[in-house]
């Protein structure tokens, strides 16, 4: 199972998925899915979403699944 800590991570900082949304481009209903692990979170997104919170990819998305060259 694809899990991660964007919630987490997003909660600690008091950042509301709507800021999230205006600080990466990212629609809030995306981040609410990525987030309950409904939707898969693309590379370009990881890096703008732990750009926006601060936090390396590796500490916001753990085990998301992605591996290079697939």
Known sequence: MITNNLKRVRRKKGISQLRL????????????????????????????????????ESTVFPNDGHREGQ
């Open 21 to 56: 949304s205006f600080l990466t481009g990212i629609g809030p209903s995306e981040i609410s899915r990525i987030e309950n692990n409904r939707q898969i979170c693309y590379p370009g997104w990881r890096k703008r979403l732990s750009e926006a919170l601060g936090e390396p």
